[in-house]
């Protein structure tokens, strides 16, 4: 078994953080996600589930290929594995091999449950053909890969001494790592260290070169507690999403794992390759693709993290910052120092400061960003950071455009009644105007839109808060739609259909064009999705249709 002071952290933001409803992302998208996290120092990125789709095989391909096998790497130690989830069959196996084979350093990480009610209800498999099957497809899966990882789904409640005993196998048959998960969240912190310690113990066959992996579930808010505990044990990998998003009530937080290790690290003594300083810019990565708004109140990356309103709080404060603060926000990236840009700040100057805060962009991207840039500096005197940021996501972290905004004209107030004139630019480079009359100012917007792009979706959440501070604020909305048509997806893990949900983001100084852009971000995720959706049925079934 591994026995050192580095802990590696495997996230799993673009496989279990993408299940959670609403998250789903674009090939485009995890890659961007992708290349962010590798940046940000994460040793093993497990880029989706192969199996799952035509589209997920081809975004884990993509980063397999960019992200783990880059044609000039920075350093061999910023070369992540790349993984791809498979379950224990042959054909997920295939699938993660094409997927995941192009990386410099491939994985294959494959699951079974070990539960009895895992067992007796969803695989129908009796204790005796878990373990045949473990051994199986583990060894399978090695013919493919020297990096093999095996899970024992739902090991939290699963029967330790049947644990040793399937785990054995697994390393018996070439597994590397042991990954063990608390797959719906409930076990206490104390009862996984007993789990963890018990299995070091003893698994047979455990030894060093074999990594024991911790990946735990947050139903019960426990799931940092219990990573901890598991690597206090001994574990050496922890699997962790960005804003801890997941299924259910999400995973571990990365940010949450990370920060804890190093503030407290008299108490761990352990270390990890994390850049912190590239945590808050990745945070808002994947708020902004996802659609899923980070909470004020989250550890380490929420608005409120490093904010202080209590007068008792603030005198502290004043007289030094560690009598409320026990980590300096600039250690996870959140800037305190305003580096004052405006209207007569040049080319240079922005790609600087955009430089310094982890965006790379090329000439083109930099036009794009210095136009938008410009015409926002036209309306406030002074651009901060949380604005640069705003303008990098809206500009560049979203789908392909189908429909973009064109204008739009909105009056409202106590006398008459709410109206909205909305133009688009259709895929066919044609503007589309319509007016709309709504109960308020936004919703007459979105029913223009609507009437404009004629997808059916239901608005399933609105949220608008300001960037920076002032009456010129920058605002910035986020929305979630679902497709009301029951345009569905395959769930990866249970083959079950489930109704699609979309996030959608915007930014502007006028509130109601951000709440446009958000809505047209999430609709034309929608229309990219169905199309998509609606090509691979013509491929798959096209003549027998025809």
Known sequence: MTNNNYVRIFDTTLRDGEQSPGATMTSAEKLE?????????????????????????????????????????????????????????????????????????????????????????????????VVQRVSEMVAYAKTFCDDVEFSPEDAGRSDPEFLYVVLGEAIKSGATTLNIPDTVGYTTPEEFYTLIDGIIKHTPGMRDGITISVHCHDDLGMATANTLAGIRAGARQAE?????????????????????????????????????????????????????????????????????????????????????????????????TKLVLGKHSGRHALRTRLAELGHS??????????????????RKKVIVDADLEAVIADEFYRPRDVYLLNDMQVTCGTMGMPTATVRLRGPDGVIHTQASVGTGPVDAVYKAVNAIVNVPCE??????????????????????IQGANGHTSMDAQSEAHYPRVYGGHGADTDIIVASAKAYINAVNKLIIAQTESHERVVNDFGVMLG
Request: aromatic fraction near 4%; charge should be negative; glycine fraction near 6%.
């Open 459 to 480: 608005l399933l959440e609105f949220n608008v808060h300001a960037i920076t501070e002032g009456i010129d604020a920058l605002g910035e909305v986020t929305v979630r």
């Open 240 to 336: 962790v999403t960005m804003n801890g998003i997941g299924e259910r009530a999400g995973n571990t937080s990365l940010e949450e794992v990370v920060m804890a290790l190093k503030t407290r690290h008299p108490v761990f003594d352990l270390e990890t390759g994390i850049q912190t300083k590239q945590i808050s810019r990745v945070s808002k990565l994947v708020s902004n693709y996802t659609g899923i708004v980070v909470q004020p109140n989250k550890a380490i990356v929420g608005a409120n993290a490093f904010a202080h309103e209590a007068g008792i709080h603030q005198d502290g404060m004043l007289k030094h910052q560690t009598t409320y603060e026990i980590m300096r926000p600039e250690d996870v990236g959140v800037n305190q």
């Open 361 to 378: 962009l090329d000439e083109v991207e930099l036009d794009k960003a210095f136009a938008r840039f410009k015409e926002l500096a036209d």
């Open 33 to 129: 996600v992708a290349r962010s996290l590798a940046m940000m120092g994460v040793d093993i990125i497990e880029a989706g589930f192969p199996a799952a789709s035509p589209d997920d095989l081809e975004a884990v391909r993509r980063i397999a290929v960019e992200v783990g096998n880059p044609a000039v790497p920075e350093s061999e130690a910023r070369v992540p594995i790349i993984a791809g989830l498979a379950r224990a069959n042959k054909s997920d196996i295939d699938k993660a091999w094409e997927a995941v084979q192009s990386a410099k350093h491939p994985r294959i990480h494959t699951f079974l449950a070990t539960s009895p009610i895992h067992m007796k209800h969803k695989l129908k498999m009796d204790p005796e053909e």
